[in-house]
């Protein structure tokens, strides 16, 4: 049966580096039997243009009926004075939510063709494969109560609430060491247990989980430490799981692991495996409408949307050594340039992908 995918290009770069995903998805539904109709909505600054809400409940609908959303990112200068309330950001957080998008899978891959890109030495990031597991629908995002308000003094006082049920710390748990005995059987739960008693919990249910997982290496490290270990020895790690806030912070640190955020693909996904998927990176505003983004993590985050959502394992390996292959004719976009190689703008390299495929 037909799949529902729903585009969301949404800002800055977004629509540039969606339609070369969508140009990838297209030439597979031609020449592979992928089977799926893909439609286009608008989210973040766009939406907020369009309807004064960074996303309508239309597209909420919308979204809650496809199979799989792909999205490319949200946010710009422009919007940035808006009330927080609906800044281009909460498009998406509310998308995260609504949907019950708690599992954020982060893959931080080194091509082993781009060694060179990262400013580590390639023998401390070479052979680098890390996956880390960020819980995305709780933890201080989310918590209640937050905002800011005026005391007594008459001064003001910005608070948020950082919190985490067990339920929400078991679910993430177990995808986290489902993950690692598909892979090297590490986990390392970071938290910052020495300070915050809702990471002492996080720390203990980790542990409960982990008797069902008796193969699992466990490992529980403070996010500080473990912030300066993925600098030190990024290699010691396999799989990682967090909560929301050290998972964004963690999540970006890492991918300039594998020489460029603009590798570093994204799923989100339910209970069920559906999911929305998106590049790690941002809306790159500087860049927009130039054609120098790189389109590549968009690409692989299309291509994590055929393995975990559709079912086409086959064809996500198919564009993972597609987008290998360009790498090894030495095609780079701006971000992953270095000596002697083949400059490419957003469209070229996404066009090479197509040919490679
Ligand atoms: C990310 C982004 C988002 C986040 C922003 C855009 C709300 O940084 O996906 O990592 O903080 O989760
Ligand atoms: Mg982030």
């Known amino acids: 049966m037909t799949k529902q ?20 998805l297209n030439a597979l539904n031609a020449s592979d039997g992928l089977d799926i109709e893909m439609t286009e909505d608008l989210v973040g600054g766009a939406a907020y243009d369009a309807h004064g809400l960074p996303l ?12 799989a959303i792909l999205l490319g990112a949200v946010g710009g200068y422009k919007w940035e004075s808006l009330d927080i309330s609906v800044r281009p950001e909460k498009g998406l957080l509310r998308l995260r939510s609504e949907m019950k998008l708690f599992a ?47 005391l007594d003094n008459g ?5 948020n609430t950082y919190v985490y049920s067990e339920s929400e710390i078991r679910r993430i748990a177990h995808v986290a060491f489902k993950a690692a005995m598909k892979r090297d059987k590490k986990l390392t739960s970071v938290d910052k247990a020495n300070v915050l008693e809702v990471t002492e919990l996080w720390r203990e249910v980790v542990d409960l989980v982990a008797v069902e997982y008796p193969e699992v290496e466990v490992k529980h490290m403070y996010v500080d430490n473990a912030a300066m270990q993925l600098i030190l ?64 993590a968009t690409i692989l985050s299309a291509a994590m949307m055929l393995r975990y959502t559709l079912g086409r394992e086959e064809l996500a390996v198919k ?5 290998s292959k360009v790498l090894d004719q030495g095609l780079r976009t701006g971000d992953i340039y270095s000596e002697g190689m083949t400059k490419v703008g957003c469209r070229e390299m996404g066009d090479a992908v197509v040919a490679a495929l």
Do not use: C, W
């Not at 309508?56 to 199979?67: G, L, N, P, R």
């Not at 564009?319 to 987008?323: D, H």
């Open 233 to 296: 020895n990024p290699k010691q790690f396999d799989v990682m799981v967090t909560g929301n806030m050290f998972g964004d912070i963690l999540s970006d640190e890492a991918s300039m692991l594998t020489g460029s955020i603009g590798m570093l693909a994204s799923a989100s996904l339910d209970e069920n495996n559906k999911g929305m998927y998106e590049p790690s990176h941002g809306s790159a505003p500087d860049i927009a409408g130039k054609d120098l983004a790189n389109p590549l």
């Open 155 to 159: 001064e003001r006082q910005g608070f």
């Open 319 to 323: 564009i993972e050594n597609a987008v």
């Open 104 to 150: 954020n899978l982060r893959p931080a891959f080194l091509y082993p063709q781009l060694a060179d890109a990262s400013t580590l030495k390639p023998e401390v990031v070479a052979g680098l494969d890390i996956l880390i597991v960020r819980e995305l629908t709780g933890g201080i995002y989310f918590g209640q109560p937050r905002g800011i308000r005026v």
């Open 5 to 24: 995918v729903l585009i969301l290009p949404g800002d800055g770069i977004g629509p540039e580096i969606t339609a070369e995903a969508v140009k990838v």
């Open 56 to 67: 309508s409940d239309e597209t909420m609908a919308k979204a809650q009926a496809a199979d």
